[in-house]
């Protein structure tokens, strides 16, 4: 009996001594640095001498001070940075109301350089816990909202109260990231001016977005630029059968060309009379036994021209002649050609609704003013006071410098 307990006894040997002496150190290290009570002196020690594993708990802990924060967010390892961008957003409400002002300057600091992060998930999670808060920097929000990763960006364009119209237009304007758009899009509230811009973009993804967004402000001349593409675009459709502000005649021009099933949807939502909708049903049903689809009306559009240039006669005299009898396809197309754009770039002038870039297209296309006042009138349908006429009647009133700067705003410049 004595001989057994003595070998239960027995001192450890050296290495295993330093084993248990290690595992219990982290234990309780581990333990204190996800404390609250644990002491600022404690934590800080901790955060500088501690495991990964410790670090990450101080990086998480609310009651870490300041200076620690601000030492971890330099930390090698990119999962202690992580767990202090989740964090760092609910230090934020109230900080200047209880903290002194050097506490302020090292939590804005802090943020600052997560923000800048090499890593993108860091910047990516920053983002994301931040999204909503208005008592941040701005110019952190500024930053992250032009980040060229989308994981980064996007939560921040779509639901940032800290960015305004101005700060949007701009943004969109520089266009670095390709779900810009989109994330613009579905933001709650949306004014109409951003709804332009996001509408004369003819992004299919961001334009769908914003009509599929009900607290977006779209003016009723930009439903009808959608409404004029959307026989092409046909996942537009469902998107705007479902929008609560069409006008009557919007809800009848959609009609013309839709599904049966979207023309009753249509008819559920805005009241349309049983023979309307009758009237309208056989329209459908008739074109679907003919075969006939949408891209019937480009094919054509597409011939047209095909043929006039064939023969030579795709010039003043065509242009004008589609333009008075509103031939949007034509006019399109024959403007892409003779100013050698793509027709998805004339067709983004036309829908922002603006004579200006249109008459600097037709300036470059080798037309006259007066070409390029009827596809005002005609074609875009622009109110009177919206029509740009021509200088002592035949000349054109812009500059030639102004018409291509417009053009280089939509990419044109050679």
Known sequence: MTGRIARDTAAPRPEEALRLLEERTRAAQDELAG???????????????????????????????????????????????????????????????????????????????????????????????????????????QKLARDCEAIVAVPILEYSPLLSDADLMEIIAEGKVHQVLTAVAKRRPLSAGISDAVVSSLDIPAVSALLANPDAAIR????????????RISVWQNALAMRADLSRRAVKRLCSFVSTELIEQLGRLHELDDETKQHLNRQVRARADEGEIAPVAGNAA????????????????????????????????????????????????????????????????????????KIQRFVMKLPTDELLPARNGVRFPLREEEMRWHLGYFGITE
């Open 35 to 141: 404390r609250t009570d644990a002491g600022d002196d404690v934590l800080d020690y901790l955060a500088r001498q501690g495991q990964p594993a410790t670090r990450r708990a101080v990086a998480a802990n609310l009651a870490a001070p300041a200076h620690t924060n601000r030492h971890l967010a330099e930390d090698g390892d990119d999962d202690v940075r992580a767990e202090l961008a989740r964090k760092i957003a609910r230090l934020m409400p109230g900080l200047s109301a209880r903290e002194a002002a050097h506490v302020q300057k090292l939590t804005v600091e802090t943020l600052e350089r997560l923000a800048a992060d090499q890593v993108p998930r860091i910047r990516a999670i920053l983002a994301d816990e931040i999204k909503h808060l208005d008592c941040v920097p701005k110019h952190v929000v």
């Open 302 to 373: 597409a011939d047209e021209v095909e043929a006039a240039a064939k023969a030579g006669r795709l010039d003043e005299t065509f242009v004008e002649a589609a333009a008075e009898a509103g031939k949007r396809e034509t006019i399109i197309l024959s403007l892409a050609r003779l100013a050698r754009v793509s027709d998805q770039t004339v067709r983004r002038m036309l829908m922002t609704r603006s004579a200006k870039p249109v008459t600097a297209l037709v300036w470059r296309a080798g037309l006259s003013m007066r070409a390029a006042f």
């Open 220 to 231: 009723e001349r930009t439903l009808d630029a959608i409404i004029d593409q959307a026989e």
